[in-house]
């Protein structure tokens, strides 16, 4: 064994050590002695990618589910760079992701030697940390190898979650070969537990900072929950039930989908509609917890007429607030502060009714619930299909077996706009920290893997086309990933910029019409596939491949042209609604 096997084993040791879980491998010659550690572990599980970028998107997906840190080995050159949209989607959602790329020894950059570029903090600022421990030899101690390991591991979680980039540049023979034998004495470590181990600070909010709140806030407001922890969940379901305001849930926070919280406004974005009553509401207060929300309407009720108490509770001390006109900061863990001001406001009376200002919001939410399940009718028999209500049929019948992978652009703003209130109970996951087209399929395939279990995917035919290499993983999924595809045959989510009006500039610089479908590629990777032409025959399809428990493609025709009329159809009906409330 020589220096380089022996570091590719103390690595991937060290870190199955920690309960990595997930090795994702893109195939190369200079990473041989890590991609040769993974093989001979029999703890270390690994899949192999012909692309990088999927490779990434993969471990974005399986991390975010698992909340454990998903390791990434490449070879030199620019199979490193094609991590980087997937590391930057990492860094802004703060997902643990740990990136060790093969590099070329010293000797060989700058020197026109061949797939040698600067690797040297390559991914900028988007990683928490980038380490690189030059080649393996004795003069860098053992004992540092498993160190570094360790703090690299600490780094993706603490103080704040995300992607680390370690540099790992090794000289040739990459294996033990009859004139390379290691000379010196490599020392080798037993046992089961990593060489460090990192004890958590916890952060405990001071008792008085939660009775200040409280003594502070007004008798209403709303509590708006965006992207949190899973583990805290059922905290903030109690907090909601205990406060009494009126709840927005953004579809990226778990509570937007299926009847899991209280006082929920299901659709508050549609009553933030400009020409709507409800939009002019007054709101005394907005406590804001987890990550920005999805719908631009409330981020423009909070940058245009913000509350007069504006409270963000975050689990980190990354600045988010693009209104800036949150005037109090409250870092805490979410479940702890959940728990702390749940215990208070339990010790003090509780309003035997509901504030007028919340039974408004309440009623409301009622009203347009009843009016969306009327434009949405669940029972229409071959009803035709557009974007909008094919994503309400499917947030009605996705299992509650299944997670939810929503792809951005039409789909997220389709599910966070019209998804229903009263299907499955679904964890629900979104790249939507930078909000890119790309990777979908391959993270949801990830996620899947990270969750265990099926996953219904929704994206576009855009997004598709970006990551038609996945679909060999949609093939090899372990659980079944239902790619539910809306084909419109170009940008839909374009049809509604005001350059549409210039049809002669928007069809090819921004519509990017295309004529392709997918069912040749589906046939190419083993794949069920269903083309429905209805509402009700997507329902069937869909229902049938679920039974099936086999990955599958279901793609659906519509008109992206269709979708601001769709809208508009729905605006005309909830001014309508509104108009016969008051």
Not at 347 to 373: D, N, T
Request: charged share 25%; glycine share 6%.
């Amino acid at each position: 064994m020589n220096w380089n096997e022996c570091w590719g084993e103390l690595i991937i040791e060290e870190l199955v050590r920690h309960n990595t879980e997930c090795f994702c491998i893109s195939p190369g010659s200079r990473s041989t002695p890590l991609t040769v550690a993974v093989a001979n572990n029999p703890r270390a599980k690994s899949l192999v990618f012909y692309d990088e970028r999927a490779a990434a998107y993969y471990a974005l997906g399986h991390a975010r589910a698992s909340g454990l840190p998903a390791v990434l080995i490449c070879t030199s050159g620019t199979a490193a760079a094609n991590y980087l949209p997937a590391v930057i989607e990492a860094s802004v959602e703060q997902i643990p992701l740990l990136v060790l790329t093969a590099d070329r020894p010293p000797e060989l950059r700058d020197s026109g030697a061949n797939q040698a570029i600067n690797q040297t903090f390559l991914f900028g600022t988007h990683v928490r940390w980038f380490f690189d421990p030059g080649c393996p030899g004795p003069e860098f101690k053992t004992e540092a190898l498993l160190s570094t390991i360790d703090h690299a591991i600490s780094k993706t979680h603490r103080p704040l979650s995300g992607p680390v980039h370690l540099n790992l540049p090794f000289r040739e023979p990459f294996l033990e070969n009859a004139e390379s034998k290691n000379s010196g004495e490599i020392k080798q470590f037993t046992g089961k537990k990593a060489y460090v181990r990192n004890v958590v600070f916890r952060k405990v909010l001071p008792n008085e900072v939660v009775k200040n709140l409280l003594k502070n806030r007004p008798e209403s407001g709303i509590l708006s929950i965006g992207r949190v922890p899973a583990a805290s969940l059922n905290s903030l379901r109690k907090l909601a039930d205990e406060l009494a305001w009126p709840v927005f849930a953004d579809v990226t926070s778990g509570l937007r989908l299926g009847d899991n919280c209280p006082n929920r406004i299901t659709y508050y974005d549609q009553l933030l509609l400009e020409d709507l009553e409800s939009a002019k509401w007054e709101i005394d207060a907005v406590w804001h917890i987890g990550f920005p929300p999805t719908s631009k309407r409330w981020l423009m009720r909070w940058e245009n007429k913000p509350a007069a108490q504006m409270v963000w509770i975050s689990d980190n001390s990354e600045r988010q607030d693009q209104s800036h006109n949150f005037r109090w900061k409250i870092e805490a863990e979410i479940a702890e502060f959940c728990d702390q001001i749940v215990t208070e406001l339990r010790l003090g009376k509780k309003p035997k009714i509901v504030h007028a200002k919340s039974q408004k919001w309440l009623q409301a939410s009622a009203k347009v619930e009843s009016m969306m399940e009327q434009h949405f009718p669940a029972k229409a028999e071959k009803k035709e299909i557009d974007d909008f209500g094919l994503t309400r049929r499917l947030t009605e019948i996705i299992p509650k077996s299944h997670g939810f992978f929503i792809g951005n652009s039409i789909p997220v703003r389709a599910v966070d706009m019209v998804g229903t209130g009263k299907g499955a109970d679904i964890q629900t996951a979104l790249n939507r920290g930078a909000s890119g087209i790309d990777g979908l399929i391959a993270s949801a395939c990830g996620y899947s893997s990270g969750l265990r279990r099926p996953v219904t995917l929704l994206i576009g035919d855009l997004s598709a086309l970006h990551d038609l290499n996945s679909f060999k993983l949609l093939a090899n999924s372990s659980e079944p990933v239902l790619l539910v595809l809306l084909n419109n045959h170009g940008g839909g989510i374009f049809s509604f910029l005001p350059v549409v009006r210039q049809p002669d500039i928007f069809e090819p610089f921004f519509g990017t019409p295309h004529s392709y479908d997918f069912q040749s590629v589906a046939e190419m990777f083993g794949l069920n596939y269903f083309r429905p032409d209805s509402i009700s025959g997507f329902e069937a399809d869909f229902k049938k491949a679920v039974r099936e428990n086999k990955s599958a493609v279901i793609e659906i025709f519509s008109e992206r042209d269709k979708n601001p009329l769709q809208l508009e159809s729905l605006r005309q009906k909830l001014m309508k609604c509104a108009f016969e409330s008051s």
